[in-house]
């Protein structure tokens, strides 16, 4: 398949800030981006979804931008807290029907 | 509600011998079944896509003489993996969809050990 995300970089950010984690995506013909949370030992859960007729999609305490211009995700997390030390993954799906692959994620370290 | 199982969540095995995991849809009918292999520290790659009463289609380089996947019913599929090998070693995940519907719904996870 694809790849997505060519790097794993960890972000370690103080509890209460916020967090960027960003993400690159190489397939041009891909319409729907989902943000995965992977905890250790764990299944992926998701996040928060955009489609591709959108540059902006906000949940609670999270967002998701999307610049297709440069094959581009992130994800900000608003008030970061411990919980949310994870390894956060952004994964892609074109014309596929709800086939996804994964970039290479981001580790979220969440100082107290 | 969707709530995907996997059993066993560890299996240790000797190498040459077959280990099958099993992953179930608890409480919804998953007419697409996902699995997908993560090894420590990297991305889940997805290996094949299970539709019910189907061959599964695998990702390109995996075997699929190795890594032998049953949809059997819209709530179980099942992932054998023969004649294991120590590189096999590795977290596999399984995931569900419904019909007509982009969302996957993930199981905890099976670590596979090789010795």
């Known amino acids: 398949g694809e790849s997505v995300g060519l790097h794993l970089p960890t972000l370690s950010v103080q509890e209460g800030d916020n967090s960027i984690i960003n993400c690159a995506y190489s397939?041009?013909?891909?319409?729907?981006f989902i943000w995965y949370k992977q905890e250790s030992g764990k299944g992926p859960q998701f996040i928060i979804d955009?489609?591709?007729?959108?540059d902006k999609r906000q949940g609670q305490r999270v967002t998701v931008l999307l610049n297709k211009t440069v094959k581009h995700l992130s994800l900000q997390i608003a008030a970061t807290q411990p919980g949310d030390s994870a390894v956060y993954f952004c994964?892609?799906?074109?014309?596929?029907?709800?086939?996804?692959?994964f970039g290479s994620g981001t580790k979220l370290n969440v100082k107290p | 509600g969707a709530v995907v199982s996997q059993h066993p969540s560890r299996v240790i095995c000797k190498s040459g011998t077959s280990v099958k995991i099993e992953c179930r849809s608890l409480?919804?009918?998953?007419?697409?079944m996902f699995w997908y292999r993560q090894f420590p520290k990297q991305s889940l790659m997805l290996m094949a896509t299970?539709?019910?009463?189907?061959?599964?289609?695998?990702e390109q380089g995996v075997e699929k003489d190795k890594f032998l996947i049953n949809h059997a019913s819209l709530t179980l599929s099942t992932l054998t993996v023969t004649s294991a090998h120590p590189e096999d070693s590795s977290f596999y995940i399984c995931?569900?969809?419904?019909?007509?519907?982009?969302?996957?719904?993930f199981g905890p996870g099976t670590r596979l050990t090789v010795t």
């Open positions: 995931s569900a969809s419904r019909s007509s519907s982009y969302e996957q719904y």
């Open positions: 397939n041009s013909a891909s319409d729907y």
């Open positions: 955009i489609r591709s007729n959108m």
């Open positions: 994964a892609e799906n074109w014309n596929n029907f709800n086939k996804f692959y």
């Open positions: 409480d919804f009918q998953a007419t697409t």
């Open positions: 299970s539709n019910e009463g189907s061959k599964a289609t695998y």
